[in-house]
């Protein structure tokens, strides 16, 4: 790019949302710009700059400013509610994020571009009151942003008709397969409007950037792309599993919640290739006591050896001596260094939430899914994963909303390939996503050029 040799490196603020599943990716963006020749810097709430980064192990290589959101103390759990939360995060936030534009100019160090995470619009407001350039960073599918679109554009009426759902771009949809801000109509106001408001004033954002790869969807990239300059930049998997071309790095460089890893490595480690069950529900969604128990038996009714990452709020609702009476084959552990799980050789399958974050790192490290879906995103993504992607099954829910334990077992031995012939099919699709992934993130590869592109815009402003 000839940047190195540019007295001034563009100056990039990123943004993210104060969530795991939001951090990571952007995390990974910077890292590649930075990679690149930009100065690019992390803007993170206090809260989360005095929790979740104050771990001496974790060595940033670029600069880290951090803004109120109104809840210094404690973050999201210390306001009363989303509502409370996502207003005072705004007010707050667009107040302390115009003071640091502010600053960093004093002081000779003026923002080239912010990039900012789409459930924050008013970023974009505040990063135009400075006329500084700006992309918005969306964290989940096309396809689930486009529902959102259509619901902010009025052609998806709510509360939905009981039919399929036909947009542009998007395979027919059945209400149960969008996302449940959406098809469970009232009983998430304020997420359903945090989502549809990303696009409140998009028209206005210089790029929009998505945390996949062109092929991945490339229908509705298209028709995305008619209406904004659209730049898929990921997968932001960390670079030692893709593309190997960053050094060092191996993780995202931040927890929320800490990783038990060496017992769950060394543990996996003496098991066969192929063997263990990983499961996992993420950092959010949380089952119930009859869900817990049904994938408890799943788990314990079967041959194989399981792993299963149980966050310390969900653990009383596991069977009584559950841990004990497994023990010999398997691994209860409270949280995981997912990517270091997932390309372990021992692991055969993930039974999965389906949360974005989570089907992009199985699907570039070529891990077939179990799809397990509980809410906002993860209803189409488990769609994606079994009809359009083909790299996993849906483990269906019966009337009353339970998947049952049968069902559980029944698609770990299809995943295996214990019975039937989809396990060798999804197999096959895998190592075609999988090389096109990698083929993405390197030299050359679609994500590498847009982010190329984007470099090259804001040498040019």
């Not at 009353?400 to 031995?413: A, L, M, Q, S």
Request: proline residues 5%; contains cysteine.
């Amino acid at each position: 790019m000839g940047m190195e040799n540019k007295p001034n490196k563009p100056h990039v603020l990123v943004f993210p949302f104060p969530g795991q599943g939001h951090i990571n990716p952007m995390l990974q963006f910077a890292k590649r710009l930075l990679s690149k020749g930009v100065k690019a810097a992390l803007v993170s709430t206090l809260y989360l700059a005095n929790s979740s980064f104050s771990d001496s192990s974790i060595s940033f290589s670029f600069d880290h400013h951090t803004i109120s959101d109104g809840f210094d103390q404690g973050g999201f759990n210390q306001a009363a509610n989303a509502e409370t939360y996502l207003s005072t995060f705004c007010s707050v936030g667009s107040r302390s994020l115009a003071a640091l534009i502010m600053k960093l100019g004093e002081t000779g160090h003026p923002v080239d571009a912010l990039v900012y995470d789409s459930l924050m619009p008013w970023a974009l407001d505040v990063a135009k009151q400075f006329g500084v350039p700006s992309g918005a960073f969306f964290t989940q599918s096309c396809a689930v942003n486009s529902v959102y679109y259509h619901v902010w554009k009025g052609h998806l009426q709510l509360p939905l008709p009981r039919t399929r759902v036909h947009l542009p771009a998007l395979p027919p949809l059945q209400v149960s397969e969008l996302p449940s801000f959406v098809a469970l109509h009232g009983l998430y106001r304020a997420w359903l409007d945090v989502l549809v408001n990303q696009f409140s004033n998009i028209d206005e954002a210089d790029w929009v950037f998505f945390n996949h790869f062109y092929e991945l969807e490339t229908e509705v990239m298209d028709w995305m792309s008619k209406l904004w300059n659209v730049m898929t930049i990921g997968p932001t998997v960390p670079s030692a599993y893709l593309d190997k071309r960053l050094q060092n790095n191996k993780d995202y460089g931040m927890n929320i919640f800490d990783p038990n890893a060496s017992a769950c490595l060394s543990w996996l480690s003496g098991k066969p290739k192929g063997s263990v069950v990983y499961v996992s529900f993420g950092s959010i969604a949380s089952l119930g006591t009859e869900q817990m128990a049904e994938i408890g038996w799943a788990l314990k009714q079967r041959k194989g050896y399981f792993l299963w990452v149980v966050r310390e709020t969900e653990k009383p609702k596991l069977p009584d001596n559950y841990i004990k009476e497994t023990s010999n084959k398997g691994l209860v552990v409270t949280w995981c260094p997912q990517l270091e799980v997932l390309s372990h050789e021992s692991i055969g399958c993930f039974l999965t939430h389906c949360g974005f974050n989570s089907v992009l790192e199985a699907l570039s490290l070529g891990v077939p899914m179990l799809a397990m879906p509980q809410w906002t995103d993860q209803a189409t993504n488990a769609k994606y994963i079994e009809d359009v992607w083909r790299v996993g099954i849906r483990a269906r829910c019966d009337n009353k909303g339970i998947v049952k334990r049968e069902t559980i077992e029944h698609g770990i031995k299809e995943l295996l390939k214990e019975v039937g012939e989809k396990g060798k099919e999804i197999r096959k699709n895998l190592i075609k996503w999988k090389n096109l992934a990698n083929k993405a993130v390197d030299a050359g590869g679609n994500s590498d050029k847009n982010i190329d592109k984007f470099i090259a815009e804001l040498l040019s402003n």
